[in-house]
């Protein structure tokens, strides 16, 4: 799978159930679907897992909506993007708590419009407030993380600053 949710799953089991963009409404418990997915769905194998951040950011909200489903909103400044993870089980953060990779937001459920446990990540841009495809996210997230440095060698000339006797 995804870089992406390769982290937020730590290397656990998961699978694309419902991509992003135009689908078939269908009917759960809590009503019917929209007809345009704002987001990816990742089946779990039908296992409540647990959710984890992707590096540094901020808990922006998380709680209950109005479809009865538990959800976080995480952003992220570096990437310049806010994610959420919606039918949570549980949740295991506060709104303003700061977060770092491998923090634990929660685990997988089937709460809100779900007819079995799995993960809908949503991204958005946090200057446009807009969705995007979370799979086009995570192909360009890869690219952006910042390369670790080398050692290198520096060749440098040593002065002296200080003037008067015993200073050679």
């Known amino acids: 799978m995804s870089k ?28 019917a679907t929209a007809s345009f997915h704002s987001g990816t769905d990742y089946g779990t194998n039908g296992k409540k897992i647990a959710q984890y951040a992707i590096e540094n950011g901020t808990v922006l909200s ?14 992220y400044p570096r990437t310049g993007k806010k994610l959420l993870h919606y039918h949570l089980d549980t949740i295991a953060v506060k709104a303003g708590q700061q977060v770092s990779r491998g923090t634990l937001l929660g685990t997988t459920g089937m709460t809100g419009k779900a007819t079995g446990i799995h993960l809908h990540l949503g991204v958005k841009d946090l200057k446009t407030d807009e969705y995007e495809d979370p799979e086009n996210f995570s192909i360009n997230y890869e690219k952006s993380i910042p390369k670790r440095c080398g050692i290198y060698k520096v060749a440098t000339k040593i002065l002296n600053a200080r003037t008067g006797p015993a200073t050679t």
């Open 62 to 75: 998380c709680g209950t909506a109005l479809d009865g489903a538990n959800y976080v909103w995480v952003s």
């Open 4 to 31: 992406i949710t390769n982290i937020i799953f730590n290397g656990k089991d998961h699978y694309i159930t419902s991509p992003y963009g135009s689908r078939s409404s269908f009917s759960t418990s809590a009503g």
